[in-house]
């Protein structure tokens, strides 16, 4: 049942800026408002990791300051502090390894070579990077674009450079482990 609340809560967040867009489109924001507090919240209580609290954090902070001052940038605000949060939370594993990218290439290889976490730590480097960019992006699109560009970066496109990333990524180290396979 966990697990199910947990795919439902991240579906929703998946959802979240067409929501916010829906919403926007039809001049009534506060139930989105009110539905971000209760992911948030959701999200606590679920016991995720706790490297997700932060941004659980965020949540509910963004969809309170949305409620309580009546407007609707806490929640185009939102992918901004997730993004900077998410570089807080893989830049911290470079200072408390293993790396983010290790954890993860650990899932699916967990004998994985020096070599192989000495790539991982530099691919957290670039997801740190990512982020900031990605913050900076949806920053702008909150402060400077319409609803519909916004939409588009935090609602599709952010996705997408994330999902190149991740693919990227894998099949670099694939590829890599390979070469460092063959040079032994």
């Known amino acids: 049942m966990q697990k199910l609340m947990q795919v439902l809560i991240a579906l929703m967040f998946v959802a979240y800026p067409f929501l916010v867009g829906w919403s926007l489109a039809r001049g009534s924001f506060m139930a989105v408002s009110i539905m971000l507090i209760a992911l948030g919240l959701l999200r606590l209580l679920v016991k995720s990791s706790a490297f997700l609290w932060p941004l659980s954090l965020f ?47 650990r899932i699916m290889q967990p004998d994985l070579p020096a070599s192989g976490v000495q790539w991982t730590r ?14 900076a992006i949806s920053w702008w699109t ?26 990227g990524e894998f099949i670099l180290r694939k590829r890599h482990q390979r070469l460092q ?3 032994e």
Do not use: Q
Not at 62 to 76: I, R, Y
Not at 142 to 167: C, D, P, Q, R
């Open 122 to 135: 530099r691919v957290t480097f670039v997801w740190c990077g990512f982020f900031i960019l990605n913050a």
């Open 142 to 167: 909150s402060v400077y674009a319409s609803t519909e560009i916004w939409v588009l970066y935090n609602g599709f496109i952010s996705y997408v450079l994330m999902g190149i990333l991740l693919i």
């Open 181 to 183: 396979h063959n040079n």
């Open 59 to 105: 949540t509910v902070v963004c969809g309170a300051m949305s409620v309580l001052f009546n407007d609707h940038m806490w929640l185009k605000v939102y992918p901004v502090l997730t993004s900077l949060g998410a570089f807080a939370i893989f830049a911290s594993t470079l200072w408390r390894p293993p790396s983010m990218i290790e954890r993860f290439a």
